[in-house]
């Protein structure tokens, strides 16, 4: 389903990616892990086209088709889905008409029928159940005002509503506590099918006790440097990032 | 040897022109549109009512003539030489033929008329194509006041606050007075539309009215211009409020010409006790547009709302002046501005609070707002206070950026396009300035022209 191959990307000239291969496959979760200023976030940008960041070498396939050549929306309509880290607060653009905007317009993309208003509000009331968010915070502008806990269950509110195929998850554990994390990971958990893939890019461990990796994957440097099984998450947690550091650093002397 | 001493003359010929150039435009004031229109006036026959008025306003013209660059309230609006550039012909266009068949053409606006709807062919009224309920108020045109109401016609604006006002007073021949009475509710809006064409005889029109709205009553104005062709025009407009003791008004104008048209209106608001004044500029389209508005919150316990939006692009220029004076304990006073602005626009927002000594317990908020939408477009923004009161709540921001690139990414990210992604942002920035229009029916009537305005040439 995604194939990236030698992955280079840099902002402002400086190259923060510098040669990332990874396959993803339909039904699969993959995690991402690294310590801080490794990459993670920045891998999980240029994949939705982020436009700051430029793509200096390799290449990344979506679905057969060149991701880097569409524009972030196309990629949205496509299938991709990026939970942001930092969910940006919208004053004056409400979530309903945000959303039912989003789904008309890619539900136009894919050749389907806009929904009325009838049908995109059982809609709402259907995925709102999944991830027990209140009905009033939709009532509201888009993430203004809403708690750190409320916006991540918000992300994954609207990717449920959107049903990607490939969904990136960019640290949605992040300042959330042990109750708000859990609704969030059975959230995406209930959202898993065969045909769709998650990447989970995270800083901790926790997260992975939830939301259960097929693979883990250790960012470091902009490259990928180790992968493994999820018991590779649990030694990180036992270990520290110090240990891979001193991997690497051992393998190029 | 000749050829090249007549070349030094001409050099310094030019030279001499450059600096006798200079020498004009470092004039404070431009005398020479002044005369141009105190010499048009001369010859016209005496309005008996109003010939102090006219007296005076010609004598502050001769003093002050017409502002310049170099008058600091016209810094970065040179208005007199657009009109002295655009236009040719100063006098005052007469009637235009057949204005029924132009009320068709605007059906949209006229659908809004839920009853009382004033039509103004050139400025003046045209009593045949107006409704009003003479139960609910008076209309009376200027020429047919009792002596002692046509003395307060100048009272509230007078001419030396302003050159225009005082070039409105010299040139109006007509206009209109309105006195709600005390009491009187009229709940549907009012609605004033000025058709204006020029014509041979002229291109410049000064609309002229002045509402009292008595004790407890209230009353909601809707007020266009609407602009016959595209040929070069002024537009000159001066309105006074007299806003009695709790009695409660809104005003909404809505600005949408076309790029040769030139609009300055100078408006004024006598607020009295318990009673609130809220005016709404909504400006969309015109070549050079300055709007100054200023209410007086006479007594205690005064409500003053100015709420503005201008969308611009071209090389269209607003300019906004406005000032509230506090003078009595207890009022309140709430401003927000919000511009966008594209290709080579010009947003001038200049707002004046001021706060008097007994005007203890004033709260007064003030904000303007804009986005650029192109490296070309600017903004000057000045906030200005003065605060004599110790006791008071009072605070001002303005802020001038771009469009939240970061809003525009997630909005993307989530399948909108981008075009569709700028409009929503656009809408929803301004949507907090529509929002405080209360009338339904003209909510939606603007609020479709800025979505046509936002989706389009954005």
């Known amino acids: 389903m995604l194939s990236i191959k030698n992955l280079h990307a840099a902002i402002e000239g400086t190259p923060i990616l510098k040669g990332i291969s ?55 309509r496509e299938g991709v889905f990026l939970a942001f880290q930092y969910p940006v607060e919208i004053p004056g653009v409400s979530s309903t008409n945000f959303l039912r905007t989003a789904v008309n317009q890619v539900r136009e993309y894919r050749g389907q029928e806009p929904l ?56 949605t554990d992040s300042g959330l506590d042990i109750d708000a994390l859990k609704v969030v990971a059975n959230g995406v958990n209930q959202l898993k099918t065969k045909e769709n893939a998650t990447i989970v890019v995270t800083h901790y461990q926790r997260l992975l006790d939830y939301i259960v990796p097929d693979y883990v994957h250790v960012l470091f440097d902009g490259r990928i440097v180790k992968s493994g099984s999820k018991d590779l998450a649990l030694e990180l947690e036992d270990k520290g990032y110090d240990w891979i550091k001193e991997e690497i650093s051992g393998t190029t002397v | ?178 006195d709600i009475p005390d009491g009187k509710i009229i709940e549907k809006p009012l609605l004033l539309v000025n058709f204006v064409r ?123 002046h406005t000032n509230v004076d506090h003078k009595k304990p207890h009022s309140e006073s709430n401003e927000l501005y919000k511009g966008i602005l594209a290709d080579q626009s010009r947003g001038v927002f200049n707002g004046k609070i001021f706060v008097r000594q007994d005007a203890q317990k004033t709260n007064a908020f003030q904000q303007n707002n804009n986005i650029l939408l192109s490296e070309d477009a600017t903004v000057n923004t000045k906030p200005q206070l003065e605060i004599w009161a110790d006791d008071v709540k009072c605070s001002h921001g303005c802020t001038t950026g771009q469009l939240d690139e970061e809003a525009l990414f997630y909005l993307r990210a989530r399948g909108i396009g981008k075009d569709a992604a700028k409009a929503l942002l656009l809408h929803a920035f301004a949507g907090e300035v529509l929002d405080q229009l209360k009338e339904e029916g003209f909510k939606e009537y603007c609020e479709k022209v800025v979505h046509a305005r936002l989706g389009g040439h954005y």
């Open chain 2, 198 to 320: 020029p014509d041979e005889n002229g291109a410049c029109i000064h609309p002229r009215v002045f509402i009292q709205v008595g004790k407890n009553a209230q009353l909601t104005l809707i007020e266009q211009t609407i602009y016959l062709g595209d040929d070069p025009v002024f537009v000159n407009s001066v309105s006074e409020w007299k806003v009695g003791q709790n009695a409660h008004v809104r005003s909404y104008k809505l600005q949408d010409g076309h790029k040769k048209n030139l609009e300055v209106s100078n408006t004024r608001s006598e607020v009295q006790q318990d009673a609130s004044f809220t005016s709404i500029v909504l400006s969309l389209e015109g070549g050079m547009i300055r709007n100054n508005l200023s209410l007086d919150l006479n007594a205690s316990n005064c409500e003053g709302n100015m709420y503005g939006l201008y969308l611009l692009n071209g090389k269209t220029h607003v300019d906004n």
């Open chain 1, 116 to 171: 009325d208003a009838v049908k995109f509000l059982s809609l709402m009331k259907e995925k709102m159940k999944l991830v027990e968010i209140d009905q009033k915070l939709l009532s509201r502008a888009l993430n203004e005002g809403f708690s750190g806990g409320e916006k991540k269950k918000n992300e994954i509110f609207q990717m449920a509503v959107l049903e990607p195929t490939l969904s990136i998850l960019d640290e």
């Open chain 1, 22 to 76: 990874l396959e993803i496959k339909p039904g699969e979760v993959h995690a991402i892990m690294g310590p801080n200023g490794s990459g993670k976030s920045t891998l999980a940008s240029v994949l939705a086209g982020r436009e700051e960041y430029e793509v200096t070498e390799g290449e990344v396939y979506f679905k057969g088709k060149n991701l880097l050549d569409l524009s972030p929306e196309d990629r949205a």
């Open chain 2, 1 to 178: 040897m000749t050829g090249s001493k007549k070349r030094s003359q001409e050099q310094q010929f030019k030279k001499f022109a450059r600096f006798q150039l200079q020498m004009t435009v470092s004039t404070k004031k431009d005398h020479k549109l002044a005369k141009i229109f105190l010499s048009g006036t001369a010859a016209m026959q005496d309005l008996p009512l109003y010939s102090n008025l006219k007296k005076s306003a010609k004598e502050v013209l001769e003093v002050s003539g017409m502002p310049t660059l170099k008058n600091e309230e016209y810094k970065y609006t040179a208005i007199s030489k657009r009109i002295s550039d655009q236009l040719t012909r100063f006098g005052t266009p007469s009637s235009i033929d057949n204005l029924q068949k132009e009320i068709q053409g605007q059906q949209e606006l006229f659908q809004l008329d839920q009853g009382y709807t004033l039509v103004c062919n050139n400025g003046i009224v045209d009593a045949h194509l107006s409704k009003i309920d003479p139960q609910l108020f008076q209309l009376q045109t200027l020429n047919e006041l009792s002596k002692e109401k046509a003395t307060q016609i100048g009272a509230i604006e007078k001419n030396e606050f302003d050159p225009f006002t005082a070039l409105n007073s010299l040139c109006f021949r007509d206009g209109i007075r309105i």
